[in-house]
């Protein structure tokens, strides 16, 4: 099953122009919290109301992440419930008791939170301000817990010229619009042809879920969660609470908060234990060591398409060639990253017949090609030593003899060492 992406080459070329020119004026990273204060401001995303419960544990933790950086006045936007195709009045009912609770205890606005079952208008009308207010100083984080229907909706009403200052940030391949028993309206590619900037993060599951989906949580799964059933503090123990409605140990959304807190992809329980519990403030990770492009998170993709339910590529989705020769490119642009650093790039690829021809350029200069050697399984192809600066363009270029195809997978930069970096 895959998900088209054609640009004719005209429009291809449209796109790739505004890429480029989107790049101007765009604040310099390293990230929005630089530990002492959040520059720009957070938006929330979250469904909760049919298919998981989890949001009811991973809506209040993330406000209680949030809280304990003190950002509460930067969050200017919260929806929760956004799925639309299908809902449950009891699980709405049991995600707003969680919502509505974090933000009483932990001192958020609740003229900010919306329950897009009941009041979808205004929701999308609050996210469309909170988009019209960003600029290259004050730029808005979208949190994505939740699919892209509502967010789209708003993102597609907001102004043009105001989405380059958008950066939206996922870790789950079903809320990107990739579900197999829903039908939803749009996905993620739709969300980045408007010109955001997609930020993709580890899958947090593996991070803060201790039992599976499809069961209820057996007694030792909960023992890693003891830590809020037994705090001496009501509002940890109101975590918990929230936690244990969902029937099985899972906040996994919660992790998106600790990175964009934080630029760590790997928001381990302990992490989160230490920072609300022993309240440690975590210094930022800056840059970052690692930093992982999905191939279909590339702004352009001319020549190639979407293909998903790849059980082997990352997050079961990757970009296949359909014409013998194309490309992705995109603008580096991702928190908590180096204003110009030294790397290595690796490039996970493959290739069908002989010949095919790939090529890495960085800020529109060669920076490596490779042949890929013919077969169906997936291979990564290192160029090292690669200096790259905020706001390069990235690409990847393909060209395959007659018969052959091409497939990536992702690109994913390793910083050499710290010292090869200019903050």
């Given at each position: ?58 809506s209040p933790m993330a406000l209680a992440i949030f809280a304990a950086f003190g950002v509460q006045e ?26 509505l609770g974090a933000v009483e205890r932990f001192g958020f606005d609740r003229s900010r939170f919306y ?309």
């Open positions: 099953m895959s998900h088209p992406t054609l640009p004719a080459s005209g429009r291809a070329s449209a796109l790739a122009l505004a890429l480029i020119l989107s790049a101007v004026g765009l604040p310099a990273h390293s990230g929005p919290w630089d530990g002492t204060a959040f520059h720009g401001r957070i938006a929330w995303s979250a469904d909760g109301n049919h298919n998981d419960e989890d949001d009811w544990g991973a930067r969050l200017v936007h919260f929806d929760y419930n956004n799925i639309l195709t299908a809902t449950n009045p009891a699980w709405e009912k049991e995600h707003e008791t969680s919502v329950n897009c079952r009941r009041n979808l208008d205004a929701a999308i009308a609050s996210l469309v301000r909170a988009v019209n207010e960003s600029s290259p100083d004050n730029p808005l984080y979208l949190v994505l817990a939740g699919p892209m229907q509502a967010p789209y909706l708003a993102l597609s009403k907001a102004e043009r010229g105001k989405l380059r200052y958008v950066y939206c940030i996922s870790h789950s391949r079903w809320n990107e619009g990739f579900a197999r028993a829903y039908r939803f309206t749009h996905n993620k590619r739709d969300l980045i042809a408007l010109g955001v900037h997609w930020v993709q993060i580890r899958d947090q599951n593996q991070f803060l879920r201790t039992s599976p989906w499809g069961r209820r949580a057996r007694p030792e799964e909960w023992a890693p969660w003891h830590w809020l059933r037994d705090a001496q503090d009501d509002n940890l123990r109101f975590l918990w609470r929230r936690l244990r409605a969902v029937t099985r140990a899972d906040c996994s959304d919660a992790g998106m908060a600790y990175f964009l807190m934080t630029g760590d992809e790997e928001a381990r329980i302990a992490k989160v234990r230490s920072l609300l519990a022993d309240h440690v403030l975590p210094a930022p990770s800056a840059p970052r060591a690692r930093v992982r492009i999905e191939a279909e998170n590339f702004a352009v993709l001319e020549g190639a398409r979407l293909d998903q339910d790849d059980p082997t590529a990352s997050h079961r989705l990757h970009v296949g060639f359909i014409a013998p020769a194309g490309r992705i490119l995109t603008i580096f642009d991702e928190p908590y990253t180096a204003k110009r650093a030294l790397y290595d790039v690796h490039v996970r690829f493959a290739a069908t017949g002989d010949g095919c021809r790939f090529s890495l350029a960085v800020a529109g200069q060669g920076a490596g090609g490779w042949t890929g050697a013919s077969g169906a399984r997936w291979r990564v192809h290192a160029v090292e030593r690669v200096t790259i600066a905020d706001k390069d363009r990235i690409q990847v270029a393909v060209h395959c003899p007659e018969g052959g195809r091409a497939r990536l997978d992702y690109v994913e930069l390793h910083l050499r060492q710290r010292g090869d970096w200019e903050p």
